[in-house]
């Protein structure tokens, strides 16, 4: 885990008590107990595992979230997953390889997200 990931996880849990009940806060992890050596005093939460591998994550991001209205199911979100990985190969190859995180990729790539969600809902 980056060593920013415990301070922000810190924001996460200041807000949620002074939030009074109105902000939920969640702990993903790729590898199960290694949180223990970082963060010991999340001690009594579950974090959800997920293995590094991208249907874990959506499988633990519906776990964490099912309590919502509308949850797409895993292979729909996986369908969007497969998608959107193509979808930003072409844009990094558009912007000459460089980081989607730059501001004008992430900005088209948060389009081609949003994109794909709105025609997969359903």
């Known amino acids: 885990m980056p060593f920013n990931m415990p301070f922000e996880l810190g924001l996460a ?9 109105a902000h939920q ?34 499988v633990e991001l519906s776990n964490a979230l099912v309590h919502k209205r509308g949850t797409p199911t895993i292979d729909l979100l996986f369908k969007i997953y497969a998608d959107l990985q193509k979808r930003a190969n072409l844009l990094k ?21 949003t994109d794909l969600a709105e025609r997969n809902d359903q």
Do not use: C, M, Q
């Not at 949180?35 to 009594?44: E, P, W």
């Open 25 to 58: 806060w969640f702990v993903f992890e790729t590898k199960r107990n290694r949180i223990k050596k970082s963060l010991s005093d999340v001690d009594g939460t579950d974090p959800h595992i997920h293995g590094g591998k991208p249907r874990r994550v959506l």
């Open 93 to 113: 190859s558009d912007y000459g390889g460089g980081s989607l995180f730059a501001a004008r990729p992430f900005k088209d790539l948060v389009i081609a997200a």
């Open 13 to 21: 849990v200041a807000h949620a008590k002074n939030a009074r009940g």
